[in-house]
């Protein structure tokens, strides 16, 4: 008589060859949209990625190199039948000025919703359903002559899925970069930031 207790409903269905090594790390820019609750109903999704996307209004911020990252982290519980992706962006935005302060007091205080892009022209949401919140931070002058004087920033979300946009041209010169890979680009509209005097 088969034992079905540890079959699992969530089946398999691909397996994984090694990669070429064509990747490198960090995140180039972060798209921040004040929270709404009904992101996830502007997505069309086929297997985790986000193929459509309807009208949205993005805040871009450029990162430095070397400067950021994205770690997403895997808690399941199988006693509980739990499992959730606690998704921690840590952020070094350079330079300080008086214009930031404002931007980023409201961004402390309220929740968001983060597009991040990576050095490999992938694009990932965090905080699609629940939203993200700055968990930590720094305004730092730096002590010695070469250290950064600018902000930290740490968003950290609890999300049960985990989403990514359709792959783009990898081209910055194309209008909708880094959204032209959708079905759909034409509906983004990306607010750029100003050059810190």
Known sequence: MANNLYNFSCELSAGRLVPCKDQIGGLN???LLPYSETL???FTISNNEITEIGTLTLFKYDLRPNSSSLTSTFTSNPVNGTTYYEQTLAVSLNKIVKEDLTQLDKVLKGRCQVFVLDANDNVFVLGVR???D???GAMETGTAKADMSGFTLTFTSQETEQYIV???SGNP????YPFDGIDTPGNITIT???TPA
Not at 173 to 176: C, I, L
């Open 29 to 31: 820019k972060i798209y």
């Open 40 to 42: 996830f109903n502007k």
């Open 130 to 132: 629940f939203g993200c």
């Open 134 to 136: 700055v968990t930590a």
């Open 166 to 168: 359709k792959a783009s």
């Open 173 to 176: 010169a194309e209008a909708s």
């Open 192 to 194: 750029a930031g100003t």
